[in-house]
């Protein structure tokens, strides 16, 4: 197992070792450039230069806001090599919690990746004695002394040595979602993360010879640890994806061996693949079906006959080796993490030739708790845990774990921190606030978040999640939220496709396509009643969808409804759309009281 201490021995570790590999490549006028290891450690031993030259020093908090680009993993490894606390934040978060965390975390500097952000920060009157050093990404020049300019700052030729750090040294705060309330800052020491990187060394098939495209937000710990970190300790190379719109145009170009990413991503991988499938002839998607078939049998070590092996290769020459090739033809792995991944979805693209490994974490834990690997894969389950950690169940079934991994705490909360920690067998343990079992060979199951689940009228309990999860594979739904805390039964608010379920009226007679008017249409509310039905069969009775509707807005950041690193935000859609929700039971009850007469 690599032997890290902290974060500056891994950089330094890297930029020694492969100092001519590429390390981030960006595209710019239609062609991918890349920066090798050498080059940008130069950049980096500038920047930290700038920024000691600024005042800077060990146990300060620098704010960064930006997106993922080359200045991104400057600022931060500068920061890393001082000693300075980094806190980074997303471009598309809103600017009042910019503000509260920039006091929150007491930051002394805030980068911006524009000047119109800088601008923003300039004017929240909370943060006037308090931030004294704004630095903009932007190549505008600063448009006042207390704005510094990045490019200009890359001019020093001052040299500062990096800091000496132990582990207990705090690296960075990632401030949380915060789907309830204020967003919390989830203190990160140096080894929280560096043993973290340590054991990917040790459990994932990754090389120095390996690429990936990196699209996951650094600001968020999976993107930072992963790829920032891990990819970047082990000599890989990372490609700066342009954005999630150009996410299959820029996995053909790049052609990553590698690729970590979150369920959303690899849910709508699945459904283009199946649309793509589905058009096929009729001869075609047999093979497909019996190739799918045969992969499962190989991976559950059934016997594959003769017959079997040879269309399983005509299908894969027919059809899976074409859509391997829209990855860029060269992906051989596939890490998941950040919410639970489709058994479905994981066999699939298992199937079609790129191996899966489903692993779990939280900001609070750096953020890997446990992984399926090559020595031991369940699809479904979340993998056994990673070297020096231990993980158990309460008697509620909340997943607990110890290890070196487990943050500091959350900065100035001690009651937080109170409420998530607690001392068992000599040992400080996490609580997660996920419900799990764990198998008896070691792999952990996930079964749902203690805080998403709710009682029905029934006494019943639901975990809304996997079931969205499912119901999202249906190619005409693009999201959904089911509810039912307290209710009779469950109901359900759906976003359609519209691409899709345009596509679908034009063969069925329907060419409205104002959305509004397209999902009151009667055919298109019995397109979804069916695809709900179909796709959430495998689920208990109880927790069926007994009514929908449908809203012509998806949840996103911007809307406030999904947190910036894609989770819902339950309480905001129930506060948004309580009258719709209430609407659909009155309606229910008004229907079961009309039937009563009838009969």
Not at 145 to 158: A, C, G, I, P
Not at 547 to 563: A, R
Not at 569 to 580: A, D, H, S, T
């Amino acid at each position: 197992m690599a032997n890290f201490e902290n974060l500056v021995d891994v950089y330094h570790n890297s930029i020694k070792t492969y100092p001519d590999r590429e390390l981030f490549g960006t595209k710019q006028n239609g062609q991918w450039n890349w920066l090798s290891y050498l080059d940008f450690g130069k950049k980096v031993d500038k920047f930290r230069a700038a920024l000691a030259s600024l005042g800077l020093k060990k146990g300060d908090r620098l704010a960064l806001i930006a997106n993922n680009r080359v200045e991104w993993a400057v600022t931060a490894w500068a920061c890393i090599g001082l000693g300075i606390v980094y806190v980074p934040m997303y471009e598309q978060q809103n600017a009042k919690e910019w503000e509260f965390i920039i006091r929150d975390s007491g930051a002394k500097a805030v980068v911006g990746a524009t000047d119109k952000i800088v601008e923003k920060i300039k004017g929240f009157e909370s943060l006037q004695s308090t931030v004294t050093i704004l630095i903009s990404f932007d190549p505008a020049t600063k448009t006042d002394d207390r704005v510094k300019s990045y490019t200009e700052l890359m001019e020093t030729t001052n040299k500062v040595p990096t800091a000496t750090l132990d582990a207990e040294d705090t690296a960075c705060f990632i401030y949380t979602s915060g789907t309830t309330g204020n967003p919390k800052g989830v203190v990160l020491s140096h080894g929280n993360l560096a043993t973290n990187i340590a054991a990917i060394h040790t459990k994932m098939p990754m090389r120095s010879t390996d690429r990936t495209l990196s699209f996951l937000p650094w600001a968020h710990v999976l993107g930072q640890t992963c790829e920032l970190y891990g990819v970047f300790s082990l000599g890989g190379s990372l490609a700066i994806c342009e954005g999630v719109d150009k996410l299959l145009e820029n996995l053909a170009e790049v052609r990553p061996t590698i690729l970590v990413s979150v369920p959303r991503v690899f849910n709508k991988l699945y459904v283009a693949v199946q649309k793509t499938i589905s058009s096929k002839p009729g001869f075609v998607q047999k093979l497909v079906a019996i190739a799918l078939e045969t992969r499962r049998k190989q991976r559950d070590g059934e016997e594959v006959g003769l017959g079997e092996g040879l269309v399983t290769s005509l299908a894969d020459k027919l059809v899976f080796e074409k859509v391997r090739a829209r990855f860029g033809g060269r992906l051989e792995y596939a890490f998941s993490g950040g919410a639970a991944l489709s058994k479905d979805v994981a066999e699939f693209i298992d199937s079609i030739g790129v191996t899966v490994y489903e692993g779990y974490g939280l900001t609070e834990t750096s953020p890997i708790v446990s992984a399926n690997s090559p020595s031991g894969r369940k699809i479904g389950s979340i993998g056994k845990v990673f070297p020096g950690i231990s993980v158990m169940t309460t008697d509620e079934g909340e997943l607990c774990v110890n290890g070196p991994n487990v943050m500091k705490g959350y900065h100035d909360r001690p009651e937080e921190n109170a409420a998530v920690f607690f001392e068992k067998d000599g040992k400080k343990w996490f609580r997660t606030g996920d419900m799990a079992r764990i198998d008896p060979d070691g792999f952990i199951w996930i079964i749902g978040r203690i805080k998403e689940q709710y009682k029905l009228e029934n006494g019943k309990y639901v975990v809304p999640t996997p079931l969205e999860e499912r119901l999202k594979l249906s190619p005409f739904v693009a999201n959904i939220f089911v509810y039912g805390d307290n209710r009779p039964f469950n109901v359900a608010l759906a976003v359609p496709n519209f691409d899709a379920v345009q596509s679908w009226g034009a063969e069925n007679g329907i060419s409205e396509t104002d959305p509004k008017k397209l999902i009151a249409n009667p055919k298109v509310r019995a397109l979804f009643q069916a695809e709900l039905d179909e796709w959430g069969k495998a689920f208990k009775g109880f927790e069926g969808i007994k009514d929908f509707d449908l809203i012509p807005e998806d949840f996103t950041t911007e809307n406030g409804m999904l947190t910036p690193s894609l989770k819902l935000k339950r309480r905001k859609v129930v506060e948004e759309y309580q009258g719709v929700l209430d609407a659909l039971y009155t309606k229910k009850k008004s229907a079961g009281a009309k039937d009563e007469a009838n009969a």
